[in-house]
């Protein structure tokens, strides 16, 4: 990474880099996934559409890992675990996250007083689920909130298998 502003570092801002986590890591499981389930897609159309959504996601994903030399110390480490319940529970943790988000964003383009009461209900179960599914795999060392270096190369190891895999 060449920042050609010498007023820019030569390396990710911690919010940055954190970004780049929270992309890497779901696209990884987004991929994983659909390569598992491209397989039993008969139409052809819709085939065709997941191929192109694989081929995009491994190509974000290589063009993301080019920006993990350039975080706050994380280096590759391989790891050979199969599909367990980790990868579950990250696909758990990355839905939570993502309906917290989309529904704090829905609340903000609600102007009906019923739809927003029951959204806000709704974002603080999506809230709690975000919060039991983290609470499980913290105890359990499948997610290093609080070790940086593991969790980035987590990511790496992840998006590395996904890209890896075959469909």
Same mark, same amino acid.
């Given at each position: 990474?060449? =920042?050609?502003?010498?007023?820019?570092?030569?390396?990710?801002?911690?919010?940055?880099? $954190? %970004?780049?986590? %929270?992309?890497?890591?779901?696209?990884?499981?987004? $991929?994983?996934?659909?390569?598992?389930?491209? &397989? =039993?897609?008969?139409?052809? %159309?819709?085939?065709?559409?997941?191929?192109?959504?694989?081929?995009?996601?491994?190509?974000? $994903?290589? %063009?993301?890992?080019?920006?993990?030399?350039?975080?706050? &110390?994380?280096?590759?480490?391989?790891?050979?675990?199969?599909?367990?319940?980790?990868?579950?529970?990250?696909?758990?943790?990355?839905?939570? *996250?993502?309906?917290?988000?989309?529904?704090?964003?829905?609340?903000?383009?609600?102007?009906?007083?019923?739809?927003?009461?029951? $959204?806000?209900?709704?974002?603080?179960?999506?809230?709690?689920?975000?919060?039991?599914?983290?609470?499980?795999?913290? *105890?359990?060392?499948?997610?290093?909130?609080?070790?940086?270096?593991?969790?980035?190369?987590?990511?790496?190891? =992840?998006?590395?298998?996904?890209?890896?895999? &075959?469909?």
């Amino acid at each position: 990474m060449e =920042n050609t502003a010498a007023s820019y570092p030569n390396h990710l801002a911690w919010h940055e880099t $954190l %970004e780049v986590h %929270e992309l890497v890591a779901s696209q990884a499981v987004a $991929l994983t996934k659909m390569k598992k389930f491209i &397989g =039993n897609i008969n139409d052809g %159309e819709l085939r065709s559409i997941y191929d192109q959504t694989i081929k995009g996601l491994e190509n974000n $994903l290589n %063009e993301l890992l080019r920006f993990f030399p350039y975080a706050p &110390g994380p280096n590759d480490v391989t790891d050979t675990r199969q599909v367990s319940p980790a990868f579950y529970a990250g696909d758990l943790l990355v839905f939570a *996250k993502t309906s917290v988000r989309n529904y704090a964003i829905a609340i903000t383009e609600t102007a009906t007083p019923v739809l927003r009461e029951t $959204l806000r209900k709704q974002l603080q179960l999506a809230i709690d689920t975000h919060a039991k599914i983290f609470d499980y795999m913290y *105890k359990r060392g499948l997610y290093p909130a609080y070790n940086f270096e593991r969790l980035l190369q987590n990511d790496i190891r =992840n998006a590395n298998r996904a890209l890896q895999m &075959g469909y």
